[in-house]
């Protein structure tokens, strides 16, 4: 490695932003990321280290599984080292869920991690994987003064923002802003200059090493609620072999309704071990059980609150929590602690 120049390692999972029109058919096809540069020829001026990393085959990012994020943690460990900061290019449709899983797996991560993508293929006129994939790139590269990673963090950057992957939505299906983190302000903004939030990044403690983490436990459901659903589908979906955990998205600032076999099913599920977790279905705020009469008998029915946690964040915790066989107690109770960003405890 030549001694001062910034590396990135690019890992290149799938979707859109890998695609190049084929000038004979008119199709889109994912291009090979040996050929990179060929393809961004602006990434020669960055005089830095890239390499990259192309899973093979590529995938569209609905078919996203945690082998895949396993596999994604191995690649970061194994060249973790070699590397300033990794950017992964990844579709658009389940980024935020990677994105999560990935801040709980790596602990004690010192260096960033970026994901990117975009809506329009990079080989196609109007592209916004270009601005994108570079500004990425240079983020990950970033270093502080004092010489360490400006971004240590798992995050995404779409459309000039910068935000911790954890606290992110997909947001839009059409527009190139697609991504929001409603209940956390952004980590940087790119116009002129990427303007950096220090105070706001978190920050690692160097004398700890990354700590890959790899197990997951998908017995879990997301079930939402809505006026009218029957007292049938939520039993036999609290009563599905093998469940060990709900996100349960309730209404406003985490309420529900006051109906008995409503309770009765959440009180039966929790005394029978299973962790159910509630967020709301707003994208924005902060689950407050003890609120309203309606939250606080979820409570009372052993509930768990969520705080403002995302969908993508808090699912992918409890199947991260459950992977690594803690107990019931210990589970409930790290539901309830920032892990890596994903929460903010408020008391009110
Ligand atoms: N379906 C694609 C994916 O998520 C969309 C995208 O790349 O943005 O893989």
């Known amino acids: 490695m030549i001694e001062n120049t910034p590396s990135v390692l690019i890992i290149y999972t799938g979707g859109t932003i890998g695609m190049i029109e084929n000038p004979e058919t008119g199709a889109l096809e994912n291009f090979n990321f040996d050929h990179l540069l060929e393809h961004v020829p602006e990434l020669k001026r960055f005089n830095y280290r890239i390499l990259s990393y192309q899973f093979n085959p590529p995938i569209d990012s609905s078919d996203m599984e945690p082998s895949f994020w396993a596999k994604l943690v191995k690649i970061i460990n194994y060249n973790y080292e070699h590397f300033d900061g990794f950017v992964i290019l990844h579709g658009t449709d389940t980024m935020s869920y990677t994105a999560a899983a990935l801040s709980f797996m790596l602990e004690n991560l010192s260096k960033p991690v970026i994901l990117t993508g975009s809506q329009l293929p990079i080989g196609t006129l109007r592209t916004d994987g270009k601005e994108n994939l570079i500004t990425a790139i240079e983020i990950a590269a970033a270093k502080n003064s004092s010489g360490t990673a400006m971004v240590p963090e798992v995050c995404i950057f779409f459309e000039n923002h910068l935000m911790r992957g954890n606290r992110t939505c997909k947001i839009n299906a059409e527009n190139f802003n697609a991504f929001r983190s409603f209940n956390y302000p952004p980590l940087a903004r790119a116009g002129i200059h990427i303007k ?138 790290r539901m309830n602690s920032n892990m890596a960003g994903e929460i903010t405890k408020r008391i009110f």
């Open 196 to 333: 950096y939030e220090p105070g706001l990044i978190r920050q690692p403690d160097p004398s700890k090493p990354l700590k890959p983490h790899y197990l997951f436990d998908t017995n879990v459901v997301i079930l939402t609620l809505f006026p009218g659903i029957q007292q049938e589908i939520i039993t036999s979906v609290l009563h599905v072999q093998g469940l060990k955990a709900v996100v349960l998205k309730t209404f406003g600032s985490g309420n529900a309704p006051q109906k008995a076999w409503f309770i009765n099913l959440l009180r039966d599920a929790t005394e029978r071990g299973i962790i159910i977790v509630n967020i709301t279905q707003c994208s924005s705020g902060i689950v407050e059980m003890e609120r309203y009469e309606t939250g606080l008998q979820l409570l009372q029915a052993g509930v768990i609150s969520g705080y403002d946690s995302t969908p993508e964040a808090a699912v992918t915790k409890l199947m991260f929590l459950l992977g690594h066989g803690l107990s019931n107690a210990e589970i409930r109770q």
